[in-house]
């Protein structure tokens, strides 16, 4: 069965230091993978997609960056953080879009606090 | 552009009162509507997802139905273990990206 890793599960940053968020797929190959960020009583907001090692995707500019340097890992990082960037940060993963199941599967997230 | 509703915000029900949740969308062309059980400090759950208006998913306690313009999830005889967020979300058929709604925040009161 598949798994999905996120760390770390909490972090307090202060402003204008670097981030750095990772998660790990198990149990699959060549899936889709996500960034989410979820601010309080919000929805989820698409940050990046990757479709490939090396293929990243942005939604919405911002003070964030993804990287996907193996199949199954997904870096999200910053190199100076704002307060803005504070929320809860989920990675996912979907199967091959058409092929595969398009459900996507949501690690146990990041709480991010920028202070 | 697509959008996701979904009402009510937030729903107290006491123990064993079913309800329904909605979930109202505008795409151009649906390939799928998801559901999702989120708790408190917890990633997103699936539950369920749908594909064409008529279509009906159960699992204990929840049932999902679609419709062409939105979709209901129904609570029978709801537990205190059913407290929780729950998201909705739809994929468009031009690609593989979701648009989620805010969630509606159950309370199941004992």
């Known amino acids: 069965s598949q798994t999905i890793h996120q760390w770390p599960a909490t972090l307090v940053q202060p402003v204008g230091s670097p981030l750095s968020l990772e998660c790990t797929v198990e149990?699959?190959?060549?899936?889709?993978l996500y960034w989410y960020r979820q601010a309080a009583g919000r929805g989820l907001q698409l940050l990046f997609y990757?479709?490939?090692?090396?293929?990243i995707s942005s939604e919405v500019p911002q003070n964030l960056s993804a990287s996907r340097p193996q199949d199954r890992q997904f870096i999200l990082s910053s190199k100076k953080l704002l307060l803005s960037d504070s929320g809860f940060y989920l990675c996912?993963?979907?199967?091959?879009?058409?092929?595969?199941?398009?459900?996507?599967?949501f690690g146990p997230g990041t709480r991010l606090t920028v202070l | 552009e697509d959008q996701v509703t979904q009402s009510p915000e937030a729903l107290r029900l006491q123990e064993g009162e079913s309800s329904s949740l909605n979930c109202s969308y505008t795409v151009s062309g649906l390939r799928g509507l998801f559901w999702y059980r989120q708790d408190p400090g917890k990633g997103p759950e699936f539950l369920f997802t749908l594909y064409s208006a008529g279509e009906e998913k159960e699992k204990e306690r929840l049932k999902a139905t679609l419709t062409k313009k939105e979709s209901f999830l129904h609570i029978t005889a709801p537990k205190p273990e059913d407290s929780a967020t729950y998201l909705c979300a739809v994929q468009p058929n031009y690609g593989q990206n979701f648009v989620f709604g805010p969630g509606t925040r159950l309370s199941v009161l004992p």
């Open positions: 990757s479709v490939g090692i090396g293929q």
């Open positions: 149990g699959t190959s060549n899936p889709n």
């Open positions: 996912a993963w979907s199967g091959v879009a058409g092929v595969t199941y398009n459900e996507q599967f």
